[in-house]
């Protein structure tokens, strides 16, 4: 396994990658757990701007990833199965959008333009991501309240 730090293992509040480049936005998660023995943790995941905290999801994995221009995040989203799937917060629309796809563990290291970049299942059949947000199969886009 890749030890950096954060990692879908090892990540928390205090991590610098949950500030948006530009400094406007910050994730916040909730009590951040195990999903099993030994397994990657996830939590509640809120988005905080402007004094609003608005939830993403009850169960969100990281660590998440910001695009360059702070208006687009990357978040990994347990599924009932322990799997994840990939989804986008568009800051400017205040939409979240889950893909259908479905991954083992995701660790995304790049977040350029439409690319999304990382690996699936950094400990075992290690598989490289490359996921481009307008070609990949939408499965739900929620307006965020």
Aim: charged share 25%; proline share 5%.
């Amino acid at each position: 396994m890749n030890n950096e730090y954060p990692n879908p293992w090892n990540f928390s509040n205090i991590d610098k990658n949950l500030l948006s480049p530009n400094g406007k936005y910050k994730i916040e998660f909730r009590e951040l757990y195990e999903i099993a023995m030994g397994a990657p943790i996830g939590g509640e995941c809120y988005l905080i701007y402007d004094d609003k905290k608005l939830k993403l999801n009850d169960w969100s994995g990281g660590p998440i990833i910001w695009n360059d221009t702070s208006d687009k995040i990357a978040l990994p989203i347990w599924t009932k199965q322990r799997n994840q799937k990939i989804s986008i917060v568009d800051i400017n629309n205040l939409t979240i959008t889950t893909f259908k796809n479905e991954f083992r563990v995701l660790h995304f290291s790049k977040f350029i333009d439409k690319n999304l970049l990382g690996i699936d299942s950094p400990i075992y059949m290690t598989t490289k991501l490359n996921f481009d947000i307008d070609k990949e199969e939408v499965e739900t886009i929620k307006q965020l309240k």
